[in-house]
């Protein structure tokens, strides 16, 4: 027996994508909150979003990993998909939140970034 094609209500566009950061002893993992992430399958179906990103950090050095020095590219590399596109389809802002607490981290504006 074929099984039935399950439909899903499309989803709107957020003001803003949620990614969760898990900050580990020597790593940073980032992904996508579900609903953002299924957002982003649905209107950008050939992007190759990732399921996470880790960074690791040299847990001896004085110099602690700002989030704010990498998240453009943390982004671009999750979602699979330029910023500018993330703007032009509504996309305000990226919110970064810790995945235990669910305190955010950082927020990156996209407003500048429209078309």
């Known amino acids: 027996m074929l099984a039935e ?4 209500e499309p989803i709107p566009t957020p003001e803003a994508l949620t990614i969760y950061v ?4 020597d790593h940073i993992v980032f992904a996508f909150e579900v609903r953002s992430w299924r957002w982003l399958r649905q209107e950008f179906p050939g992007a190759r979003i990732a399921p996470r990103v880790s960074i690791g950090r040299d847990t001896k050095s004085e110099v602690e990993l700002q989030i704010k ?12 998909i330029s910023l500018r596109q ?11 939140t810790d995945v235990e607490s669910q305190e ?3 927020r990156m504006s996209l ?4 078309s």
């Not at 094609?5 to 899903?8: K, L, R």
């Not at 898990?22 to 002893?25: A, C, E, F, T, Y």
């Not at 407003?111 to 429209?114: K, W």
């Open 5 to 8: 094609a399950v439909h899903h």
């Open 22 to 25: 898990n900050q580990l002893r």
């Open 69 to 80: 020095d990498v998240r453009a590219q943390i982004v671009i590399l999750l979602a699979g």
């Open 86 to 96: 993330l703007a032009e389809a509504g996309v305000r802002a990226i919110n970064f």
């Open 104 to 106: 955010p981290v950082d």
């Open 111 to 114: 407003t500048d970034l429209g």
